[in-house]
């Protein structure tokens, strides 16, 4: 029999208290439509099942014959090393990984759940932010060197995460540099609100910046990053602090906002330019930490064929650019000032006699999981 075409997918994005959505046509892999519906649970639609029942009507005409819905799933642990069709194994699988995203977790399965009574009969795939990492990553990047029981009984590990976001632009920046996927060697950067870094080597992930949570790597709008784990002891013990504060205090009010009082790149960029101390600092941190993973990586891939840039920050923000560039010199990388004035498209950075290019490539995780929903479907 020959296989059904998967043409018309929607991807959702199904948060705590938001739903967001994207319709693609895949045969053009153009975007139909797209929408946020926000206030799940508080004010505006009562669950998730709501939610989309709003999208639906808001959809009109266009959601009739959704071929396939693709979702973002946060963890996928050690057991989805790549998207999967969420069947009734595969849901309870990912179930038991609850523990590891307990705030996003729910509301992620909530919506593949929701979608099964809305789009009777239409295939639901999970796209999971950690499967390009946890696919390839050597024990010896994954692993703490803490007593292997925790990694055993707890799954304390790393994990990484932004996983589809790195795919995306490692596809790109291939078909880019004209090479296939399994041969490119990249350090990928993806610098948002949220950032971290990836080691690709043969177009598989052999490191990334964040952990077993995304607390890890960068400095980020209002995540710490890096930090030697007995400091935070040392604040916990000196401020009494329960781990739940500890959690908000590390994830909701350091980074960039603790440091310059703005989670905001923009305002950051704005306060350092006019002379603020801080916001000098906080930039410097930032970019500071950046080249150093790019250094460390680049070692561990064995030479990057690019180094490539994606997020709000990365795509947008030529002063952070600089300032991670200006610091990459012993590499042979050159900017080309002129070329980084550019904003949210793909284009080279580094000077004509840079010994690696950098090259800007805006990501596009939805896109990247209408792919992975083709893709599952037509195994
Ligand atoms: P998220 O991780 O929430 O998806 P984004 O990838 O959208 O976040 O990135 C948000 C960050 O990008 C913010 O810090 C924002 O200030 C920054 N940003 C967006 N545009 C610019 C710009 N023109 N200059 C500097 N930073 C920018």
Excluded: W
């Excluded at 789009?119 to 796209?127: D, H, I, L, R, Y």
């Excluded at 589809?164 to 996927?181: D, G, N, R, Y």
């Excluded at 000032?337 to 290019?357: D, F, M, T, Y």
Aim: with cysteine; proline share 3%; glycine share 10%.
């Amino acid at each position: 029999m020959k296989q059904k075409e998967i043409r018309k997918v929607l991807v959702v994005n199904s948060g705590s208290s938001s739903l967001k959505y994207q319709l693609f046509d895949m045969k053009s892999e153009t975007r139909l439509a797209k929408g946020l519906v926000e206030r799940i649970g508080c004010g505006g639609p009562k669950d998730h099942a709501a939610a989309l029942a709003q999208v639906v009507a808001d959809l009109g005409d266009a959601a009739k014959g959704i071929d396939a819905i693709g979702h973002r799933i946060l963890h996928g642990g050690e057991v989805f090393t790549d998207s999967a069709l969420m069947t009734k194994a595969n849901m309870a699988k990912a179930k038991k990984l609850v523990k590891f995203g307990p705030l996003h977790m729910p509301a992620n399965l909530g919506g593949i759940e929701a979608c099964e009574k809305i789009f009777k009969g239409v295939p639901n795939v999970g796209v999971f932010d950690t499967a390009f990492h946890i696919a390839t990553m050597p024990d010896c990047a994954g692993m703490y060197a803490i007593d292997p029981k925790y990694y055993k009984k707890m799954g304390i590990r790393k994990y990484g995460f932004h996983g589809t976001s790195h795919k995306f632009i490692t596809q790109a920046a291939a078909k880019f540099l004209k090479k296939p996927v399994s041969r490119v060697n990249l350090v990928t950067c993806h610098l948002g609100n949220g950032s971290s870094l990836a080691a690709i080597k043969n177009g598989g992930v052999v490191d990334t910046s964040m952990g077993l949570t995304p607390l890890a790597g960068m400095v980020m709008g209002t995540r710490c990053g890096d930090i030697d784990a007995a400091a935070v002891l040392a604040i916990m013990e000196a401020e009494k602090r329960t781990p739940a504060e500890m959690d908000t205090i590390l994830n909701k009010k350091s980074g960039l906002l603790a440091l310059a009082g703005s989670s905001d790149c923009r305002d950051i960029c704005a306060k350092a330019e006019k002379g603020d101390k801080a916001a000098e600092l906080a930039l410097e941190m930032l970019a500071y930490r950046v080249a150093l993973y790019i250094g460390a990586y680049n070692t561990v891939i064995g030479g990057a064929d690019a180094i490539v840039m994606t997020g709000g920050i990365g795509e947008n923000s030529k002063e952070v650019r600089e300032r991670i560039i200006r610091r990459l010199g012993a590499l042979g990388i050159k900017l080309d000032p002129k070329a980084n004035q550019v904003r949210g498209e793909l284009k080279v950075i580094s000077a004509r006699g840079s010994k690696i290019p950098v090259v800007i490539i805006p990501t596009n995780e939805e896109l990247m999981i209408a792919r992975d929903t083709v893709k599952v479907l037509s195994k």
